[in-house]
């Protein structure tokens, strides 16, 4: 059975380092390209997406503008969008992942802020449909994607650095709090000297 086990190991390993197959190399690429660990991405993105909306939400409310904005947007429509903004977030976040290793600031940062711009644009793109199919008037949002091109990038960009430093942040902490688990389950397992 060990045997069975270890054939059908070697078969998978072959499968895998075989140079005939570029199928299975581009996979690999595939894999290695959106290969973050996709409980973090998801973590991440929801962590993103809520902000996102509870922060302008919450600057809206205190400017005593959130009650007109909330009248003129139905719940089906704002349901959309925040799931639009989370799975945009949530890929965006995912190829970010795959091209840092959270271990640098500039490493971390620039891709973050390139991402965050992809973000922005993609939802500009959302919030234009919502507003092209809603309003139906072209000429607006012509003008709405001139526009708004520029400033979702930059905005997108600015969002996309913050987070990432935040990001970074968290991670180390979570990193240096496992360390110190592992410190102490290896000193608890530690047997003493003879003395």
Known sequence: MAEAGGEAADGEAGSVEGPD????????????????DPLLAWTLASFHAATLVVGPVLLLYAVDALGSLLQG???????GLYLALWVLTWWT???WLAATDLRGLRGTVVPGATWGAITGVGFLLVL????????????????LAVGGMPVSALVGALAGAGFAVLDLLIVEAGRRLAGGERAEAGSVGRSEPPS
Not at 26 to 35: K, L, N, T, V, W
């Open 73 to 79: 947007v139905r719940t089906v429509t704002g349901l």
């Open 128 to 143: 234009l449909v919502a507003v092209g199919v809603i309003v139906r008037e072209p000429l607006l949002v012509a003008a």
């Open 93 to 95: 976040n995912r190829r």
């Open 21 to 36: 197959d570029g199928a299975t190399e581009g996979a690999a690429d595939e894999g290695r390209a959106s290969g973050a």
